[in-house]
Every structure is written in C-alpha cells, then in structure tokens.
C-alpha cells in the first residue's frame, strides 16, 4: 500500500488493511467464544438439574449473549488504535448459590460461586475441600454440608462473643483497677497451620498479667498464661526464699 492511501485512510478515519485483519479476527473470536459458552451454560445447567438442584434455590444461570457496538482499543504502542465495532458478547453463567459467613462482619451473607464441567461430572472448588470434579448428586451434597458448616461457624463465633463479653465483665467487676481486655493467641498444628483464638487479659499496673483461654460454655474458662513483674526482677536467692516460705496446701 502507497503511502498516500495510507494516509487517505487516517485522514478519513479509516481503518488500514491490517487493522481491519485484526478487527475481524476479534470479531470471529468473539462470535467463537459465544458459540462455545452457550453449549457450556446449557450443559452445566442440564447436570445441575439432573443431580436434583433446584434453579433460583441452588443455582442461578445468567448467562446471556447478545450483539453490542462499542468503541474497542486494539494493539499496543505505535500499533495501538481504536474502532468501533459490533460483536458477539457473552456474560454469565452457572453459579451455586451458598450461604457464607463473613467473619469480618459477623453476619451471614449469599454468595455465588462459578461452577465448571468435566466431562459429566461438576466442579466448584469454593465448597469442596479437593480441586476436583463430582457427578452432580454428590456435588449436591457438598453443597448441603458446606451451608450447614457455614452456619455452625456463624453460631459458634456469636456463642463464643457471648462467651468472651461476658468474661471481659466478669473480670472487670471482680478487679475494677486492672485493665481486662480481649486479645489474640494462636497454636500450631501438626501441619504448622497456625490457628486464632480469643483470649482475656487481666494487667495490673505492676506489669504483671494473667491471661485465660475460653472454654465451651459461660465461666469455664481456664489460665492461658500468666506473668508476675515482680517475681520476674528478684534474684535467684530472693526466689527461694519466697519459695521457702509459701505454705504448702493440704
């Protein structure tokens, strides 16, 4: 191409044969890809049924294609140049509706999570512990469980709330000079996966501390650790003695 049809094509907002190559190449990619997500979304959907779930109770299909015009950028750098164009656009999908605590809340929420096909088995990585594929009934029952255990966790953090508000009163009654507050300890598994738990503090103006762990239920709870300020500056000497002196239980 002549460089004065070159630049008959920019004065004129024309598109130059390349960018039109690219244009149509976007534009059968996105027809290709519509065609594809559509026998995708149905297919999904017909396992879903067929497993027992329920549509607008256990899953939701969104998925829609349609032809858009809209203003696209195409290429990069000195290649880069914009145009407008109709294409196929394909949204949505099959998506599992769960339930889901949201911890940072503390309430319970709705979400959807995208789930994928496998041949004729069903995968949704958010509620099942393995990254793989289940026959839809079996994925049915991952998804039951997997909402009964985020309701459990919604109940036992507001129990353990419960717990802890009440353990923080109690405290501060029984010790009105102390400062009695909540506070974060964790232990490691066997894995080294590192687990939180609530603890309360008891600090005095000495520095010195006590810390208790909560149990099960309301004033179960039980010395998590404790520090003696005092204790900790005496001599070795001073220790025995104080030791010596202690009155033994009977």
């Known amino acids: 191409m002549s460089n004065q049809v070159k630049q008959l094509e920019l004065d004129f907002g024309m598109l130059t044969v390349a960018q039109q190559d690219r244009v149509d190449r976007f534009k059968s990619s996105s027809n290709s890809d519509a065609i594809r997500r559509t026998e995708s979304a149905r297919s999904i959907q017909e396992l879903l049924l067929s497993g027992g779930f329920q549509e607008g109770i256990d899953f939701v299909n969104d998925f829609k294609c349609e032809k858009v015009t809209e203003v696209r950028s195409f290429g990069y750098g000195d290649d880069g140049f ?28 709705i979400r959807k999570c995208s ?42 953090a507001n129990k353990t709330k419960s717990i802890l508000n009440h353990t923080i009163d ?49 004033d179960e709870e039980y010395t998590h650790k404790k520090f003696d300020a005092v204790a900790s500056q005496m001599s070795a000497m001073d220790l025995l003695e104080m030791f010596n002196n202690q009155e033994v239980k009977k």
């Open 82 to 109: 914009e145009a407008e164009v109709t294409f196929t656009n394909a949204t949505g999908g099959c998506s599992l509706i769960t339930d889901y605590f949201n911890s940072q809340k503390n309430e319970m929420v």
């Open 170 to 218: 109690k405290y501060k009654k029984l010790f009105p000079n102390a400062t009695v507050e909540e506070g974060k300890d964790y232990y490691k598994s066997r894995n080294y996966n590192y687990t939180e738990f609530p603890i309360v503090y008891v600090k005095f103006d000495s520095g010195s501390y006590v810390s208790f762990r909560l149990g099960s239920e309301i």
């Open 115 to 156: 789930v994928s096909r496998e041949g004729d088995k069903l995968e949704c990585s958010y509620i099942t512990p393995q990254y793989r594929a289940y026959k839809p009934s079996t994925l049915l029952s991952k998804l039951q469980d997997y909402n009964i255990g985020q309701k459990n966790k919604y109940a036992c």
